[in-house]
């Protein structure tokens, strides 16, 4: 049974075949931390994909399948109805990575965050959301939320921010339809870790964009 899980993982194409585990989502953060979106030359591109495999001990083998990858998360169009914003139109000047923040927090609990979504509920947010938080674990907080956001961009008027995922889903396209895609974020309390990084870049923009209001400066939010 091993050696058919063994083969199996061998007929695998492409980027689904990837190591998986924490050493490969943190060369996949990495790697798109240092790669400038806009640049036209494949070989630089391949060039900074061999450095971070060789950093982080990945075969050179995987090279191909890398760049691949990295050229179809460039072009894609974030938003369907614009095809021209794409990542490769975000230049460095435009985006900030690894945006470290902090805030102060009021007294927090579970309860009391369940009850801010049960009163100002979301049309994206899960229908269970409030409940699903209520089954959060930690003790009641006060004191600073630190963390840090994968990135920060401006397209045009509007600031968006990213956090890269490289979860494994499954071997082919069609297991990362929106439904699936839809499940995780639920499962993983990643709309609780956006709303989070939203409070942090609200905060940062109030203090660095002149006449800044939410509403018409803050973009959204993509999990790619």
């Known amino acids: 049974e091993m050696h058919s899980e063994i083969i199996a993982e061998k007929e695998l194409g492409g980027i689904f075949a990837f190591p998986r585990g924490a050493r490969a989502g943190s060369f996949m953060h990495n790697l798109f931390e240092h790669l400038d979106f806009t640049e036209k030359d494949p070989a630089i591109i391949n060039n900074l994909v061999a450095e971070k495999l060789r950093q982080y001990g990945f075969e050179e083998s995987w090279q191909g399948s890398v760049f691949d990858m ?64 209520e089954n959060l674990r930690f003790v009641t907080a006060r004191g600073f939320m630190r963390g840090f956001i994968d990135l920060v961009f401006q397209f045009q008027d509007s600031f968006y921010l990213i956090d890269w995922k490289s979860n494994f889903l499954g071997n082919t396209v069609d297991d990362y339809h929106h439904e699936n895609l839809a499940t995780v974020m639920s499962e993983k309390y990643y709309h609780l870790q956006y709303l989070l990084y939203t409070v942090a870049v609200d905060k940062y923009l109030s203090r660095h964009v002149p006449n800044y209001h939410y509403e018409k400066h803050f973009g959204g939010v993509f999990y790619l």
Request: no cysteine; hydrophobic share 40%.
């Open 70 to 133: 990295v050229l179809k998360v460039l072009s894609v169009p974030l938003k369907p109805a614009q095809k021209e914003f794409t990542l490769s139109a975000i230049s460095k000047k435009d985006r900030i990575s690894e945006l470290e923040f902090y805030f102060p927090l009021q007294t927090l609990s579970p309860e009391k965050l369940k009850n801010v979504f049960l009163t100002y509920g979301d049309k994206n947010l899960p229908r269970n959301f409030p409940e699903q938080i």
